[in-house]
């Protein structure tokens, strides 16, 4: 079966409420059949700050809402930290369903990294949020989203914390008309969980010291 992508479901109008309720009936690639639902993006509408993840987890397909379970639970503490109020910033994924794997022996659904195809059949959602928050600044949570933003060329290991142009000079956003002041790719959360006990500290350390970077910026 072929997939259309995105953009035949977004709304003629492109606010930030159109742009949610046209999501939830988004069939743009294969995620929807297997998601329990799509996770859009949530916080202030007019934020200053804007963080874009990879894609939903677990906890936030059966919920509804980005950064709710564990990698959420870190993003918090990190935010806390570099003090950013939760609610005064706007959150989303690059990606707006769950694309996971099962196991043979549990019910559990392991995260699975989304493919490029899935990523750029999703990407006029984020294209949509972009124009509609108009962020001052922007942050990159891990890979996916770096590459999301910025080409699939972009490598994080090399840019991470680093501050970027906008629009990029490549990439699917190099023709972007929106200037934003502050850019920054950055680690995502979950790869505090995934560090091993003696990295783990440094790892969210990083984190902190990356967003506190964008906070002195603004």
Known sequence: MTYPGADRFLPQKMRLSDLRRAARACRGCDLYESATQVVFGAGLVKSRMMLVGEQPGDVEDRRGEPFVGPAGQVLD????????ERSEIYLTNAVKHFRWKATESTSRRLHATPSARQIAACRPWLTGELQAIRPTALVALGSVASQSLFGA?????QHRGEFLTWPPPTGPYADSPQSI??????????AVLRADDRTRRETFDGLVRDLRQVVAAM
């Open 77 to 84: 503490r990190a935010l806390d930290a570099a003090e950013i």
């Open 153 to 157: 060329a972009f490598r994080l290991t």
């Open 181 to 190: 002041d502050v850019v920054l790719a950055t680690v995502h959360p979950s």
